[in-house]
């Protein structure tokens, strides 16, 4: 069974820092291409940020470059967002995604909330 489950999210400062974490079972984490995505109420679901399969390239929307930093533990299966100098229009619900020429995937979706 595929599952995508994202973690760390909550309530920050503007200014402030949040890791979010994602992790994968039922499929082989190393081949896909992961994604952040995000949707604020009432916006369409937009890219955060993606990291290819192997070699580690990443790329950024340009909202969040030099703010936010993907990554990826192949061995732990696990995918993480680092969020750095959090702005209010940072808030959102925060997806993750695996993507394959074959299959798509998505996680349940973390809020994140940033407030002071």
């Known amino acids: 069974q595929v599952q995508l489950v994202e973690s760390g999210g909550g309530l920050v400062q503007p200014g402030g820092s949040l890791r979010l974490s994602c992790a994968a079972s039922?499929?082989?984490?190393?081949?896909?291409?992961m994604r952040w995505f995000r949707q604020a109420p009432g916006k369409e679901r937009e890219l955060v940020a993606a990291?290819?399969?192997?070699?580690?390239?990443?790329n950024y929307a340009d909202s969040v470059k030099g703010r936010f930093t993907i990554s990826r533990d192949n061995a732990k299966n696990t995918l993480y967002l680092q969020m750095n100098s959090l702005k209010p229009e940072d808030t959102a619900v925060y997806y993750c995604?695996?993507?394959?020429?074959?299959?798509?995937?998505w996680g349940q979706g973390t809020q994140v909330t940033v407030s002071s």
């Open positions: 995604n695996a993507d394959s020429p074959r299959n798509v995937y």
């Open positions: 039922g499929f082989t984490f190393s081949r896909y291409v």
């Open positions: 990291i290819a399969s192997v070699g580690g390239s990443t």
